[in-house]
Structure formats: structure tokens, C-alpha cells
Nanobody, 116 residues
């Protein structure tokens, strides 16, 4: 099994920045992709960004393109989400995701609140 632990959430003013981190442990061999999802109150969980572990191909939701950047540090089994120009509508619980052999693993989530 894969365990995921997120960190880096918090309260930030509109226009500010945060960086989320997600560390994978356990059976990390053959993780093919990792990503970040978010869920706001009353809304469905949605993909924010993902990255292929081999090759580094990235994918972003249209709502965050140009503002968020996903990156990975393979030796550290860590994925980052750099979030710039944050907006109130980015407020949500952000979840780390890993895909291994077609199965999803999830972190416990970290709250991001964008408010003045």
C-alpha cells in the first residue's frame, strides 16, 4: 500500500502564494502518476494537476493553468504544488493522489483558505 502525507496548507490573502507538499511512503515502487485534487464545500472533488512519474508530463485544470505548477522529486518520493495568484475560489481541501497498478491512494487532505 501507498501512504500519502500532505503539508503546506493554510490561510492566505487573495493574490498570495502557497506550496503544498506530498510525501509518499510504503510500496512506492511502480507509482505511475501523482496529482492534486481539491474539494470545496458542497462540490465534487476535482482534479487540479497531475504529473507522470516517468517523463514528467503534466496536466492542469483550466482554472489553475498559468497560476499553479506541479513538480516532483523522485528520489524523495515527493510531489509539490506551487500555487500563485490565489483566488477565493481556490479555497478547498486539497488531496494528494497516487496511482499504482491502476489503484488510487489518497492523503488525508490539507485545507487551503484564500480570504482577506
Amino acid at each position: 500500500q501507498v501512504q500519502l502525507v500532505e503539508s503546506g496548507g493554510g490561510l492566505v490573502q487573495p493574490g498570495g502564494s502557497l506550496r503544498l507538499s506530498c510525501v509518499a511512503s510504503g510500496t512506492v515502487f511502480m507509482i505511475t502518476a501523482m496529482g492534486w485534487y481539491r474539494q470545496a464545500p458542497g462540490k465534487q472533488r476535482e482534479l487540479v494537476a497531475s504529473i507522470m512519474i516517468r517523463g514528467g508530463i503534466t496536466n492542469y485544470a483550466d482554472s489553475v493553468k498559468g497560476r499553479f505548477t506541479i513538480s516532483r522529486d523522485n528520489p524523495k518520493n515527493t510531489v509539490y504544488l506551487q500555487m500563485n495568484s490565489l483566488k477565493p475560489e481556490d479555497t478547498a481541501v486539497y488531496y494528494c493522489n497516487a496511482v499504482r497498478w491502476g489503484q488510487d491512494s489518497w492523503g488525508q487532505g490539507t485545507q487551503v483558505t484564500v480570504s482577506s
